[in-house]
């Protein structure tokens, strides 16, 4: 379970709105100074992000603070469907090309530019593959923060 600390805005019968603040990775470590990532997080803002939760066994009040979580399996799905599938793609989709052309005697173009057109093809089609499916991730109910706790 991957935990954040958020704050409570507000709850009804039904749910529970939290805000979580963005976190810049400065002010992580002790390189302070000589750290390009700190110098980054001075000039880009925090962000807040409120979501809205169904409400469970914790009886919360607004300025609650709350520990949020999220089953770790759905980082891991996306993760995986964001970067495994595209590289999959590509060199499925590159193989074929390179063979359709040693099989059409190279009639076409060179070798190396059908593999590359059926390798950039591959690209958007694993693309169109894995936003089908982050959707579907993204609607299960594993997939939505739940309270694990409250501080």
């Known amino acids: 379970m991957i935990e954040e600390t958020a704050t409570v805005v507000k709850t009804d019968e039904f749910y529970v709105w939290i805000k979580v603040m963005d976190k810049s990775a400065c002010n992580q470590c002790q390189a302070g100074k000589g750290c390009g990532q700190s110098m980054l997080g ?13 409400q469970n066994e914790f009886p919360v ?6 520990i949020v979580g999220i089953d770790e399996r759905v980082i891991l799905k996306g993760s995986m469907l964001m970067y495994l ?6 060199f ?11 099989l059409l005697n190279n009639l076409w173009f060179a ?4 593999a ?4 950039l093809a591959g690209l958007l089609v ?6 089908a499916k982050l959707n ?3 609607e299960s109910p594993e997939a939505l923060p739940t309270i694990v706790k409250m501080i």
């Open 42 to 54: 001075k000039l880009v803002k925090t962000r807040e992000n409120i979501l809205k939760l169904q």
């Open 61 to 66: 009040k607004a300025g609650d603070k709350v």
């Open 85 to 90: 599938l595209p590289i999959l793609f590509i």
């Open 92 to 102: 499925v989709f590159a193989l074929f090309g390179s063979w359709l052309s040693d």
């Open 111 to 114: 070798n190396n530019v059908v």
């Open 116 to 119: 590359t057109v059926f390798g």
């Open 126 to 131: 694993s693309l169109k593959v894995a936003k």
């Open 136 to 138: 579907k991730v993204c």
